[in-house]
């Protein structure tokens, strides 16, 4: 094909193939103009889509840190009811038959045998200690996801700058 500079080095009159040259110049600068605007609008779109797919990962990563939260409060109040819980086992070790023990039940304190009073109280320290590895676990578990959850963030974001520089570029 008849390039516009080379056809201009040719020296003579306008003709047909100066013409043609003249269109071809034109056309190939049209498409090479469309090509930059098609790559530009689809590096743009790359970089809008990757932001509206980062931009929900992290909602649903800042909903993963809120529910590790929440399972670390529910955590730290059974560790509080485990250390009051042996208080009670405590002290009802130190006391006899002999001595009256009375359990609070609303605004009235009801008699309490004392034998029953120490399983109630071993009861619930099984119970509460059990609550206590569920949730460990459930915390270990939420701690693996997120770890994974970072990573994909910090991998999308990676994308997106790239696709954002491969769009400013273009």
Do not use: F
């Not at 086992?89 to 359990?103: M, P, R």
């Amino acid at each position: 094909m008849l390039s516009c500079a080379r056809a201009a080095a040719l020296s003579c009159k306008p003709t047909e193939l100066h013409v043609i040259a003249h269109l071809a110049c034109h056309l190939s600068l049209y498409l090479c103009v469309h090509q930059v605007c098609r790559t530009s609008w689809s590096n743009a779109n790359m970089a809008e889509a990757l932001q509206k797919k980062l931009k929900a990962e992290l909602e649903k990563y800042t909903g993963m840190q809120k529910d590790v939260s929440k399972s670390m409060s529910a955590r730290q109040k059974l560790e509080s009811q485990l250390t009051d819980n042996n208080i009670v086992k405590e002290e009802l070790d130190l006391l006899d038959s002999t001595n009256t023990v009375y359990k609070l039940i609303g605004p009235v304190l009801v008699k309490q045998d004392l034998d029953e009073a120490k399983a109630t109280v071993t009861k619930r320290l099984e119970y509460i200690n059990g609550e206590i590895q569920r949730y460990e676990a459930l915390l270990k578990d939420m701690e693996k996801k997120s770890e994974q959850h970072r990573e994909l963030l910090s991998s999308l974001q990676q994308e997106y700058q790239r696709a954002q520089g491969m769009a400013g570029k273009v």
